[in-house]
């Protein structure tokens, strides 16, 4: 599964921002969606994510403000954000796990998009 994400950039705090993932390749295989973001200094942490097809489940730094989307036809994951603030700055990551049945056991791998930068500052 190859991954390519857009839409990061510069926003100002109370602003906007709609980040795409397009995913290519297995998407057969497709099991679990989501996006995460790492600032600087911290580790990674999860944003969103969901079940292929099923419903999301945000964390507590993205329910109200974040909501993310899916448009199967043409192949893109969507998380669109709102009422930015500083610490929403991070580098954003699009995520995908596929699923496989090997000698009778659920085999599992993810995928990572390269990233896209979002800053949020005056």
């Known amino acids: 599964v190859h991954l390519e994400e857009s839409g990061g950039g510069l926003v100002q705090p109370g602003g906007s921002l709609r980040l795409s993932c397009r995913y290519s390749?297995?998407?057969?295989?497709?099991?679990?969606v989501g996006w995460y973001r790492q600032a600087l200094g911290r580790e990674r942490e999860r944003v969103v994510s969901?079940?292929?097809?099923?419903?999301?489940q945000y964390t507590g730094l993205a329910q109200g403000r974040f909501t993310f989307s899916t448009n199967r036809a043409e192949n893109t994951l969507y998380l669109q954000m709102t009422r930015l603030k500083p610490e929403d700055t991070a580098v954003y990551y699009c995520?995908?796990?596929?699923?496989?049945?090997?000698?009778?056991?659920?085999?599992?791998?993810?995928?990572w998009g390269q990233g896209t930068q979002v800053t949020v500052r005056q």
């Open positions: 390749g297995d998407i057969g295989s497709i099991y679990a």
């Open positions: 995520w995908v796990e596929i699923m496989w049945m090997e000698l009778g056991d659920s085999e599992y791998e993810e995928y």
């Open positions: 969901s079940p292929f097809g099923g419903s999301p």
